[in-house]
């Protein structure tokens, strides 16, 4: 699971290239003749807001190894905060990112001090429990003023700014991949210095870590403040894309999607994290087309549950990709590269 | 000008005949000469997932009407996505079924939060977002949103005939309220609690004396009814989902309380309220109808109930006989069929709108006799009529006269 990457100098050709060809995607826009490209761009943005989302929870359980099941309540965090800067603030849409993020980074703190007496599956319980009161306490009476209550909070969508010529999808996919990509580079730099290094050690060994003389319970709580930001951040984007805020957006299945994007794209692995983005978004989906295409084609009487074909494909892929998808290609790749030296034996 | 010979009247008799599947039709996108494309939302998945079944209602009701010949020759077909009950998901899937699959318009989408979330972006591509599969009060607002519209009667207007019956039939009401903590629980308390304060002169200016909330998520809501018992309230207005419904008429008969109860529609099922409570728990509880009662015998010979039931056996075998939804989605769908025969080959989404608020008096298969449904471009609200009813035996029956909003 030592990520090499980890120790090159700087950012690989490849993952330029990645990001080039992101920043591409929505100038076919200008040349396309399809109707629905608006809808495209809308889900770019999902992806992106899971992989900004993934990637915080990656900093924390992939690198740090502490289990998470409540980065639903940091990502409503943030969608709240910055729901509740523009809707009473006035403020625009840009300025609540920040806020956001320092709002999601205080509060994974405070709860990263308690986190340090729990470890494993004790963190995860009690992790969960932060999802499962979230959305109960944003339900709130008494800051139902703020919250909007049961209802949420309705917001503007933020027109984008006319000299670019682009729809507002358009601009909301590249407002969401700025924040990726600065967001990504600054875990890229994280954990390729000295703290990364401390991060991953407690991680792999935290005793020994702790002989080394690193500061554990420092590291630990600035890693699960820093997580919850990333996720915080995410959660602002959601509402600004979404224009809409409410507490059933935000239960525990969030938590889980996020975990699952985590797993299948790859523990401990920054690509890893755009593909558990893109798959949370693109597989929940197909499942449903899956199982209306099995029903139409069998001519079946029932209904195929579209979440049991979830649960298939994720077995399936568990099965064949163990350490995800990014590690999937990782290992086909290493295949690949010896295999002149296997082929000379 | 041409001569008319009677070769030229003929064809131009021939052409008209064909016309309806040929020519004539006006479409926006989702709607040709062969097929209508709708959209739909629905918790198939989720905590809400019990209310998927007026989905599966609708999409059985539509494949009788497409087995049967379709609508002026069109068949419907609907695509109907779990949303899993979260707006973001109901954002994307609209998005999806606007932009991507074209269809016509949104029948239907189930949840208040759901529906809120994508109100405005249905308004601003001018898609309607027609007979929303919601009970609140926000649906009915043409005003500001000419694209959207409700169906069922509103809870807050419930709510108001609740406490009207309350002011005239009980000396000194003492009230205690239990509700969920949503806006369904919002919606059915607010017009209520303003009403109640407003009779203050008839019967006292306190006369909530208890007001419980509990949470969807909780396991049972005994220590709310232990509270409202204690607070001795002698009418019990009960705002809560099936479940829930369930635990407070078992929990307060147990504990001996017994105030005269009000419980709401939403909970209203016998099926899945009041049998689980225990029948005789629950005698002389008064609810608001607009549906039939399923499990009423009294029904039986009614020609609209032996459609439905003989719809039921062949199209939605797979369903509980039992559960009320499957009537409701019935009558929901016979009326967006309506809508569409009115707007013949004009289906253009504004057509479809300027229909669906063009109803007068139009008599729905399921709902309680005497109810019609009218709307117009400044009335939203196609349901509006109730009727009290209380809970006799095992099945409810009908007191007083239909009750309308106007009126309440």
């Keep these: 699971m030592t990520a090499n990457w980890a120790n090159k100098r700087g950012v690989g050709a490849g993952a330029l290239l990645a990001w080039a060809g992101l920043a591409l995607l929505p100038l076919i826009g200008f040349i396309t003749e399809n109707t629905s490209f608006d809808y495209y761009m809308y889900m770019g943005q999902s992806m992106l807001i899971y992989a900004i989302a993934v990637l915080g929870l990656n900093l924390l359980i992939g690198f740090n190894g502490q289990?998470?099941?409540?980065?639903?309540?940091?990502?409503?965090?943030?969608?709240?905060?910055?729901?509740?800067?523009?809707?009473?603030?006035?403020?625009?849409?840009?300025?609540?990112?920040?806020?956001?993020?320092?709002?999601?980074?205080?509060?994974?703190?405070?709860?990263?001090f308690p986190a340090l007496k729990l470890e494993g599956h004790y963190l995860a319980l009690a992790t969960f429990t932060l999802a499962i009161a979230m959305p109960q306490l944003l339900k709130y009476k008494a800051i139902a003023g703020w919250t909007g209550g049961v209802g949420g909070v309705l917001l503007d969508k933020p027109d984008p700014p006319e000299w670019t010529g682009l729809s507002a999808d358009q601009f909301l996919y590249y407002l969401c991949l700025f924040c990726a990509?600065?967001?990504?580079?600054?875990v890229f730099n994280l954990l390729r210095g000295r703290s990364?290094?401390?991060?991953?050690?407690?991680?792999?060994?935290?005793?020994?870590?702790?002989?080394?003389?690193?500061?554990?319970?420092?590291?630990?709580?600035?890693?699960?403040?820093?997580?919850?930001?990333?996720?915080?951040?995410?959660?602002?984007?959601?509402?600004?894309?979404?224009?809409?805020?409410?507490?059933?957006?935000?239960?525990?299945?969030?938590?889980?999607?996020?975990?699952?994007?985590?797993?299948?794209?790859?523990?401990?692995?920054?690509?890893?994290?755009?593909?558990?983005?893109?798959?949370?978004?693109?597989?929940?989906?197909?499942?449903?087309?899956?199982?209306?295409?099995?029903?139409?084609?069998?001519?079946?009487?029932?209904?195929?549950?579209?979440?049991?074909?979830?649960?298939?494909?994720?077995?399936?892929?568990?099965?064949?990709?163990?350490?995800?998808?990014?590690?999937?290609?990782?290992?086909?790749?290493?295949?690949?590269?010896?295999?002149?030296?296997?082929?000379?034996? | 000008m041409k001569k008319l010979t009677r070769r030229r009247v003929l064809t131009g008799a021939a052409t008209m005949l064909a016309a309806p599947a040929i020519a004539a039709g006006k479409y926006s996108p989702g709607a040709s000469d062969t097929e209508i494309k709708i959209g739909q939302t629905m918790p198939y998945s989720g905590n809400a997932s019990a209310y998927g079944q007026n989905g599966r209602a609708h999409a059985a009701y539509f494949k009788m009407i497409n087995e049967t010949g379709g609508i002026n020759g069109r068949k419907i077909n609907l695509i109907s996505l779990d949303d899993g009950y979260s707006p973001p998901k109901t954002v994307e899937l609209a998005r999806q079924l606007v932009e991507r699959d074209q269809v016509l318009f949104l029948y239907a989408p189930l949840g208040t939060q759901c529906n809120t979330a994508i109100q405005k972006y249905m308004n601003q591509k001018?898609?309607?977002?027609?007979?929303?599969?919601?009970?609140?009060?926000?649906?009915?607002?043409?005003?500001?949103?000419?694209?959207?519209?409700?169906?069922?009667?509103?809870?807050?207007?419930?709510?108001?005939?609740?406490?009207?019956?309350?002011?005239?039939?009980?000396?000194?009401?003492?009230?205690?309220?239990?509700?969920?903590?949503?806006?369904?629980?919002?919606?059915?308390?607010?017009?209520?609690?303003?009403?109640?304060?407003?009779?203050?002169?008839?019967?006292?200016?306190?006369?909530?004396?208890?007001?419980?909330?509990?949470?969807?998520?909780?396991?049972?809501?005994?220590?709310?009814?232990?509270?409202?018992?204690?607070?001795?309230?002698?009418?019990?207005?009960?705002?809560?989902?099936?479940?829930?419904a369930a635990q407070a008429i078992k929990k307060s008969a147990e504990i001996g309380w017994k105030p005269v109860q009000y419980i709401v529609n939403v909970s209203a099922s016998i099926g899945a309220a009041i049998k689980p409570g225990g029948f005789e728990n629950a005698q002389g509880i008064i609810t608001a109808q607009y549906i039939k009662d399923i499990t009423d015998p009294s029904w039986a010979t009614s020609p609209d109930f032996m459609e439905w039931k003989a719809w039921m056996e062949k199209y939605n075998s797979s369903a509980n006989p039992m559960e009320s939804a499957n009537a409701t989605g019935y009558a929901s769908a016979f009326t967006v069929t309506q809508v569409l025969r009115q707007c013949g080959d004009d289906l253009t989404r504004e057509n479809v709108m300027r229909q669906a608020a063009n109803l007068h008096d139009l008599e729905v298969p399921m709902l309680l006799p005497g109810i019609r449904l009218n709307t117009s471009p400044t009335d939203f609200y196609p349901i509006k009529s109730v009727r009290l009813s209380h809970l006799e035996g095992e099945h409810w029956k009908l007191f007083g006269d239909l009750i309308s909003r106007d009126a309440a």
């Design chain 1, 67 to 112: 289990i998470s099941l409540g980065h639903s309540a940091f990502f409503a965090l943030g969608a709240y905060t910055t729901a509740i800067l523009m809707n009473f603030g006035g403020w625009p849409y840009w300025a609540t990112l920040p806020v956001a993020a320092v709002v999601c980074f205080l509060a994974g703190l405070a709860f990263g």
């Design chain 1, 196 to 345: 990364g290094r401390a991060i991953m050690a407690i991680r792999d060994h935290t005793m020994a870590a702790s002989t080394m003389g690193i500061d554990i319970a420092r590291y630990k709580t600035v890693a699960f403040g820093i997580s919850a930001g990333i996720t915080g951040i995410a959660g602002a984007l959601s509402a600004i894309t979404v224009a809409y805020v409410a507490p059933d957006s935000f239960t525990l299945q969030l938590s889980i999607s996020f975990l699952v994007g985590l797993v299948v794209g790859g523990i401990a692995s920054l690509p890893g994290c755009l593909i558990g983005g893109a798959f949370i978004v693109l597989v929940q989906n197909s499942a449903q087309s899956i199982s209306d295409w099995m029903k139409g084609t069998f001519a079946l009487r029932y209904d195929v549950p579209a979440w049991a074909i979830y649960g298939v494909l994720l077995l399936a892929l568990m099965y064949v990709l163990p350490d995800g998808i990014a590690g999937g290609c990782a290992r086909i790749r290493a295949w690949w590269t010896t295999r002149g030296r296997r082929e000379a034996q």
């Design chain 1, 181 to 186: 990509m600065v967001l990504f580079w600054l």
């Design chain 2, 126 to 244: 001018k898609v309607p977002q027609l007979f929303v599969s919601t009970g609140a009060s926000k649906w009915g607002d043409p005003a500001h949103f000419p694209w959207t519209m409700g169906w069922q009667p509103d809870y807050r207007t419930e709510g108001e005939i609740y406490a009207k019956h309350i002011k005239q039939t009980i000396k000194n009401p003492k009230i205690a309220i239990l509700r969920q903590n949503d806006d369904m629980g919002n919606d059915y308390v607010s017009g209520f609690r303003e009403l109640i304060s407003s009779f203050k002169d008839t019967i006292g200016a306190d006369a909530i004396v208890a007001d419980a909330t509990y949470e969807v998520t909780d396991p049972t809501v005994d220590s709310q009814i232990l509270q409202l018992k204690n607070s001795g309230a002698n009418v019990f207005y009960n705002v809560t989902t099936p479940k829930f």
